[in-house]
């Protein structure tokens, strides 16, 4: 019950972070980060594996409503939590297979290569279906690799935040 | 059956995925297509409403260079009027646009503005209420904004003109020759016109304004100044980069317009539609 009511807490205020701080962001001109993605890299890791398909699509959607972006929130979110167990295993290694695992305990660069992958893998799809052009992919390619630094920075200092006030 | 009923339980994880993936990807391809991308949108009461108390606080803080836009407009309708003296023998024709109301002009604000995708949208106040309907024009003091796409009763979603599906009808200013106008996803302040005629004589810094073939815009709006050209050899045609008047990255008070003679063009032109 607690996890549901962290969930949907953070579901409203992420969404709400992002339409209305972080999609005014617009550094050097086309660089916009997005920290909404946080809510799927923060799940339990035993989390009914249908539920949480269900909750990235709903999150995804939220955002394509707020932006008119037809669906391609709702189908980058998706992909990383369908493939979440597959980048937690190869961040975390065995301690993730033997359901041990504490987020928070495991070394720092373990969380950096995992938030990485979620995010380097949610901005590439997101940013291919919204350019949805092999006309412009060096364009692509700078927005993906820009953009992906600043949202893995801010979800990193964010999971530090995080932390510090919920000990 | 018992086994494909099995199989479903096995990989039930794997097909809500499928399932949830192939809506998502619909809606993208469809939002990829103009005046199909009506599915998901910002123009319902809870993202417009949200994104209004967003706007709400936010708009003190561009209200200076909003008073001088405004007051730059005034000044410019002002000499305008001044000029119109009623003692000048050619009254009647300069006040044609007066009397006969062809084009209806409703004011509203902005919303939401997108402006750093390759497929922009604006959300502006007012729809079906403030009789707001699709497909009618929306320009600021400085230049043209978009065309509205999708209304509910107090929203209206425009299709900027910093979207790679919009293309609109423009002509040069001093010789009427006409082209199109489209974006190529990149700068925010530079929209390119393609299709204009080899015997078209461009020049860098001539002014660009919409064309009258248009059954959405005015004759005469203006849009920008050539910035730079080039001739394409191969098919005859001008490849000219416009630089707009319009500063799209900071839009708020906006004007729809409204042709009221549209219906009646349209029908003229479609004749076997009903």
């Given amino acids: ?167 | 059956m018992q086994q494909i009923i099995l199989f479903l339980i096995k990989n039930k994880t794997g097909l809500v995925f499928i399932i949830l993936m192939t809506i998502a990807l619909g809606l993208t391809f469809k939002a990829h297509t103009y005046h199909n991308s009506k599915v998901v949108s910002s123009a319902n009461f809870v993202t417009g409403n949200v994104l209004e108390t967003s706007e709400g606080i936010s708009q003190y803080f561009g209200l200076k260079t909003q008073n001088e836009i405004l007051a730059e407009e005034n000044e410019v309708l002002r000499k305008k009027l001044l000029n119109l003296s009623p003692s000048e023998d050619t009254l009647e024709p300069k006040l044609d646009f007066i009397t006969d109301t062809l084009y209806r002009i409703q004011k509203s604000t902005v919303v939401s503005n997108y402006y750093d995708k390759i497929d922009n949208f604006l959300l502006i106040k007012g729809g079906v209420k403030d009789s707001i309907k699709e497909d009618l024009g929306v320009i600021s003091s400085k230049g043209i904004v978009g065309i509205i796409e999708n209304v509910s009763q107090e929203f209206s979603r425009v299709i900027s003109i910093l979207n790679t599906n919009t293309s609109i009808n423009a002509q040069l200013k001093k010789t009427n020759h006409f082209g199109t106008l489209t974006w190529d996803g990149k700068n925010p302040n530079i929209l390119s016109l393609v299709d204009v005629p080899r015997s078209a004589p461009v020049k860098v810094g001539d002014t660009i304004t919409t064309g009258g073939r248009s059954l959405i815009f005015p004759e005469n709006v203006p849009i920008g100044i050539i910035s730079k050209y080039e001739l394409d050899e191969n098919v005859g045609y001008y490849n000219i980069s416009v630089k707009l008047f319009n500063d799209m990255t900071n839009l708020k008070h906006v004007y729809v317009i409204e042709n009221t003679r549209r219906e009646e063009a349209y029908k003229l032109l479609n004749p076997e539609q009903p």
Wanted: glycine content about 2%.
């Fill in chain 1, 1 to 167: 019950m607690k996890t549901y009511f962290i969930n949907s807490i953070r579901f409203v205020l992420l969404i709400l972070v992002q339409v209305l701080i972080l999609n005014h962001f617009e550094i050097f001109g086309y660089i916009n980060p997005y920290i909404y993605p946080l809510l799927i890299i923060l799940l339990p890791f035993n989390i009914n594996s249908i539920q949480k398909l269900f909750l990235a699509f709903a999150l995804g959607i939220c955002l394509d409503f707020f932006e008119d972006s037809g669906g391609i929130h709702a189908a980058a979110t998706l992909v990383i939590a369908y493939l979440r167990p597959l980048f937690l295993r190869n961040a975390f290694g065995l301690s993730y297979d033997y359901q041990t695992l504490k987020f928070y305990d495991a070394p720092f660069k373990s969380r950096f290569v995992y938030v990485s992958l979620m995010v380097l893998l949610h901005h590439t799809i997101l940013f291919s279906l919204e350019i949805f052009s092999v006309n412009h992919l060096l364009y692509l390619f700078e927005k993906i690799v820009y953009s992906s630094i600043f949202s893995i920075i801010l979800i990193l200092i964010t999971l530090n935040l995080i932390r510090k006030t919920s000990k």
